[in-house]
């Protein structure tokens, strides 16, 4: 289960808009998720990161202090740190279910996945914040690197990864955690049913 008793990363993914991209049946169908979030503190805040199988399975939490210039900045540093975790314990065809509580963010993620996956380019640049224009090269090549990859808008409240972030120090304990290379119990992929959270609504919905 995810973390502090909160639903499954997986739930949280199907009840969750992306933006750019629309929700279709098999968004689901997905073999990791990954889960981050950043923090700006005068004091200094954090990056954190939870990642988990379709199944539940935890495979990483990571909480670390960080030093970003701002709230936005934290929130690229975030996705490229977890996206970069999760390259090196998932297989590169794995199906990606990502996480965040920042719309620019979700957004820029799927509208740079979609400029590849069907040809589409943004109108005008993305609007993406001067301090974070390495991590954003990184992210989009992580991003990239997948088989599949959609992006999630959630609320900072419904995000695991947020207490992570917002007291690193206090939840230091989960990066003593041993190395898990959990893979996901397989699944048709051409199955056409809808996510867990769709499965009880009318047609008109």
């Not at 999630?152 to 304990?173: K, T, V």
């Amino acid at each position: 289960m995810a973390a502090y008793g909160r639903p499954t990363l997986r739930d949280l993914f199907d009840d969750s808009p992306t933006p750019h991209i629309a929700h279709p049946p098999r968004t689901h169908h997905r073999g990791f998720y990954v889960a981050t979030d950043g923090s700006f503190r005068a004091t200094g805040g954090g990056l954190g990161v939870v990642i988990e199988t379709r199944d539940g399975e935890r495979v990483a939490r990571i909480a670390l202090p960080d030093h970003a210039p701002d709230n936005n900045v934290a929130e690229y540093r975030a996705l490229h740190l977890g996206l970069d975790i999760l390259a090196a314990r998932a297989p590169r065809d794995a199906r990606i279910g990502v996480l965040v509580d920042h719309d620019v963010l979700a957004a820029n993620a799927n509208r740079t996945l979609l400029a590849t996956d069907d040809g589409w380019r943004p109108d005008e640049p993305l609007p993406v914040p001067e301090r974070s224009r390495n991590h954003w090269r990184g992210i989009q090549a992580r991003l990239h690197g997948f088989d599949d990859c959609r992006v999630a808008r959630i609320r900072s409240a419904e995000n695991p990864a947020h207490p992570l972030a917002n007291a690193p120090r206090q939840y230091s304990h989960v990066n003593d955690e041993a190395d898990r290379c959990v893979l996901p119990t397989a699944v048709d992929t051409d199955e056409l049913i809808p996510p867990p959270s769709r499965a009880d609504r009318p047609a008109s919905d």
